[in-house]
């Protein structure tokens, strides 16, 4: 692929990627993404033949972009209080640098949970390794007994949920948005030590 024709594929990819995650799957024509794109639509077809095959190649670029730092956090050989920092710390700095992702994933959820789980599946997400790291802390006699599915439903759930809501917040809580990146800053050191608090022994 020459030089021009990946520029044009980034550009698709880039458009496309806005437009779903403002319309979702089914609110989104190629049109749209050609318009989005500043091209026609013959020349859309061209490099993606179908909707369904953009937005395959879109979801799995999030996933890929977001959840391959997180496995390596949750799998890294260190201690459980340390893994949550970093986790939190990842998370946090991935959905403020990728601030449609959140809504992207969001919405994939909800009309399409299948597809999500089996993109995260195929990049190695194995929440065995979890849950027996949070089985040997408890035994140990160091974190109370927690079971994992709440564990990572509280982690994951704290961070990602201000990024979903940020519009509902900023309005609330009157915020502009350098106040908003300043809360998210705020977050990185908060949600770890609130997760950590409600376990520690």
């Known amino acids: 692929m020459s030089e021009n024709e990946l520029n044009t594929e980034q550009l698709i990819l880039k458009a496309a990627r806005k437009v779903f995650t403002h319309k979702g799957f089914d609110g989104t024509r190629m049109q749209d993404i050609a318009d989005e794109a500043g091209i026609n639509k013959a020349l859309l077809h061209y490099y993606f033949r179908s909707k369904d095959k953009l937005f395959e190649a879109i979801f799995t670029d999030v996933i890929r972009t977001f959840f391959p730092q997180l496995v390596q956090v949750l799998t890294a050989d260190a201690d459980l209080f340390e893994k949550i920092r970093l986790f939190a710390d990842k998370y946090i700095s991935i959905l403020a640098a ?13 009309v ?17 390794i979890i849950k027996k790291h949070l089985d040997h802390e408890i ?11 709440h564990f990572i439903a509280n982690l994951v759930s704290m961070c990602v949920f201000p990024f979903i809501a940020k519009p509902v917040l900023m309005g609330i809580m009157q915020m502009d948005n350098p106040a908003f990146e300043q809360f998210i800053e705020e977050r990185k050191q908060l949600v770890p030590e609130i997760i950590i608090n409600s376990i520690r022994l």
Do not use: Y
């Open 98 to 110: 990728n601030p449609d992702i959140a809504g992207f994933v969001f919405h994939e959820i909800s």
């Open 112 to 128: 399409n949970p299948h597809r999500l789980v089996g993109n995260i599946r195929g990049i190695g997400v194995n929440t065995d």
């Open 139 to 149: 035994a140990a006699g160091r974190i109370k007994p927690i079971k994992m599915e």
